[in-house]
T-cell receptor, first 109, second 114 residues
Framework: GEDVEQSLFLSVREGDSSVINCTYT??????LYWYKQEPGAGLQLLTY?????DMKQDQRLTVLLNKKDKHLSLRIADTQTGDSAIYFC?????????FGKGTTLSVSS | DAMVIQNPRYQVTQFGKPVTLSCSQT?????MYWYQQKSSQAPKLLFH???????NEADTPDNFQSRRPNTSFCFLDIRSPGLGDAAMYLC?????????????FGPGTRLTVL
């Protein structure tokens, strides 16, 4: 089945770019997703990318997909303290979403 | 505007005392999901409903049940909560099932078992 791996922690300074990386094992996902979870809250869909695309940009967010290497990344430009949260990448396995364990992004001012 | 609503946001129960968590949606989506997220772990799908059709994940314990009385509401029943069931429970919806539909999540219910 699908397995999704992420690095657990990332620390950046306010104004810098953040890059969160994810690798996955199953190529059958039609879409790959990034969700954000703030402390004590549910998951907020940030963005997603169709598996036939290499890149998607949405305001400060850039998603890069390398299907050959099964690697997905999320770049946040001009990172703000409000971006501090846990970021989950997710792939699809039938009806279920398979999530990575999440990357905790810490933004210092 | 709230789209996926979960009540309560925080629930405390005693070991072995049945508890019900509630989810409602205003999106008129066909599919509703329940995920369990333990501390510092990824959310894990427990089961989902496609309309009235119930689909259980193979490794979901029998202790967990679900009801969907209508399109808008879905309940998670934990018959005899154990200490290991303490977690955040996330409800999600999608317009249709399968791998082409985005899932939208509620804020979650954090369950504490004493």
């Amino acid at each position: 089945g699908e397995d999704v791996e992420q690095s657990l922690f990332l620390s950046v300074r306010e104004g810098d770019s953040s890059v969160i990386n994810c690798t996955y094992t199953d190529s059958s996902s039609t879409y790959l997703y990034w969700y954000k979870q703030e402390p004590g809250a549910g998951l907020q869909l940030l963005t997603y990318i169709f598996s036939n695309m290499d890149m998607k940009q949405d305001q400060r967010l850039t998603v890069l997909l390398n299907k050959k290497d099964k690697h997905l990344s999320l770049r946040i430009a001009d990172t703000q303290t409000g971006d501090s949260a846990i970021y989950f990448c997710a792939g699809e396995a039938g009806t279920a979403l398979i999530f990575g364990k999440g990357t905790t992004l810490s933004v210092s001012s | 505007d709230a789209m996926v609503i979960q009540n309560p946001r925080y629930q405390v129960t005693q070991f072995g005392k049945p508890v019900t968590l509630s989810c409602s949606q205003t999106l008129n989506h066909n599919v509703m999901y329940w995920y369990q997220q333990k501390s510092s772990q990824a959310p894990k799908l427990l089961f989902h409903y496609y309309d009235k059709d119930f689909n259980n994940e193979a490794d979901t314990p029998d202790n967990f049940q679900s009801r969907r009385p209508n399109t808008s509401f879905c309940f998670l029943d934990i018959r005899s909560p154990g200490l290991g069931d303490a977690a955040m429970y996330l409800c999600a919806t999608s317009r249709a099932g399968g791998n082409t539909d985005t899932q939208y999540f509620g804020p979650g219910t954090r369950l504490t078992v004493l």
